[in-house]
Structures are given as C-alpha cells and as structure tokens.
C-alpha cells in the first residue's frame, strides 16, 4: 500500500517539523503565538489529508483485521470472504449471448478503443469520473480506470445502497463490497488476457463499453456469511428487475448493466 506509506511519511514529517519548532520554541528561538499558529495549521493540514483518504485507510485495517481473523481459523472455507462463484449463489447469465450483445445495444456500439476514445466519451458525458460511494469500495486499478456510463454508475450505486439496506440495523451494517474491475481499454484488455489467458476473454470485453464491473471480496465487519448474502439478495433482486446481467469470471463476480 504505496499510499499508506505516504500518509506515515507525510504523518513523520509532520512530528519532526512540530518537535522540530518545539525545540526552537524552548530555547526561546520562536514566540509562542508562531509556535501555535506553526502547531494548528499543520495539524489542520494533516487531519485533512487522513480524513480524504479515510476509505483507503479503513480497508487497510479491515484487510488486516480479516487476515488476523482468516489465520484463527485455516480449516474454513473462504475466511477471506471472496465474492466468487462458489461463494455466492448466483444465476449465470450467458457472457456471449446475453452480456456482451446488450452491452454493445445500450451503448449503441460505444467502443472504448483507447484512451482517446475514452476521452472523447468523457468529454461527450456518455463517460462519467466516479468516486467510492456507500456499500463499495474500487480498489487501486492497475488495468482499468475508474469510468461508467451515467446508467451503470447509476445502477453500481443502487447496487450498494440496496445491499446496505439488507444490513441495516446489524452489525454489518458498515460491511462494503470491493471493485476489482472496472473500464477498460483495448489495449488494457489485451494486457489482462496475455497476463490471464485462461479467464480473460480475447473478443470485445463488456468492460470496453464502460457497463462493466467486477466484484472480488467482501470488506464484512461481523459475519462474512451475512454480508455475503445481503449481497447476494441485492444482486439477485437487480438481475430479476433486468437492470444488470452476471456471470462468474476467474477470482470474481461479473456485472454487466444493461438497463
Ligand atoms: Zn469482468
């Protein structure tokens, strides 16, 4: 977690600057009005910097909390909470008859070749920027970036808000699934099928129309199981409804939104 590290850096620096200036201020060196101001305004700072990156630091304690919890117990199956095929019980929705033909409809046939298209598609809105919201969390990508189209934004955000509402009142009800996946270009496709040739697909992705996302485990607070199936019940409600297609995909569950 380069970003962690970061934060404790920037977080030492802070301390060495203020002992620094306490040091200074001891031996008279600085007025004790400087020393304050010097005090309050890199504290401001530095609670500003830990409160923006708040989600990415309650994933890494949630990480190494269910790590701690999974080593307790080896013998059973998934302790570490992964969203996947065997997980979940889930209908599979056909990828080539059904996912990507209805991707390519809604999105009359938007291609994101390369990142000029995805510029373009942004700069024309049928491609939004999105954040983390609640019930979710996409984790650092490395070959996909952070873009949907206004629908399946829509329908991603229903997805966690619906899947909170199955928690609400437990001791879940903070528990958030991670995005393992989300737009990709051609050129980032092609990488993920030269590093996974087995799983990936080598035709048009549906992840290349910006209505594709991909779920891979769940951050639970309490009970892995419970979690588990409020997301299960909120999927399965969507797909029932026709707003969004499955199908399982190597270490993960994939969505596509179609309505
Ligand atoms: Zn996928």
Not at 4 to 11: K, P
Not at 203 to 231: Q, R
């Amino acid at each position: 977690m380069i970003l962690l590290a970061i934060l404790l850096l920037i977080g030492l620096a802070y301390l060495f600057l203020n002992g620094w200036v306490m040091i200074r201020w001891l031996k008279r060196k600085v007025k004790t009005k400087s020393f304050l101001w010097f005090f309050v305004v890199t504290s401001i700072l530095y609670l500003s910097i830990l409160f923006w990156n708040r989600k990415s630091i309650e994933f890494w304690l949630d990480t190494k909390r269910i790590e701690k919890e999974a080593q307790k117990k080896p013998d059973q199956p998934n302790r570490y909470c992964a969203c996947n095929w065997s997980s979940l019980s889930l209908k599979k929705d056909s990828y080539p008859k059904k996912h990507r033909p209805l991707a390519q409809k809604i999105t009359q046939n938007r291609y994101i070749k390369d990142s000029k298209t995805l510029n373009k598609y942004l700069r024309n809105k049928d491609l939004m920027t999105f954040t983390d919201q609640d019930g979710y969390w996409v984790e650092p990508l490395t070959h996909s970036s952070m873009h949907l189209t206004p629908l399946a934004l829509k329908r991603l955000n229903e997805l966690g808000r619906l899947f909170r509402k199955n928690l609400e009142d437990t001791k879940d009800a903070n528990s958030y699934f991670v995005i393992s996946s989300v737009t990709r270009t051609e050129k980032q496709q092609k990488q993920i099928v030269r590093a996974y040739p087995n799983s990936a697909t080598r035709n048009k992705s549906t992840h290349s129309y910006g209505v594709s996302f991909d779920i891979s485990k769940m951050m639970y607070k309490s009970s892995c199981n419970y979690s588990l199936k409020a997301l299960e019940k909120a999927l399965t409600e969507m797909q029932s409804q026709g707003k969004l297609l499955i199908c399982p995909e190597k270490g993960c569950i994939h969505i596509t939104i179609v309505n």
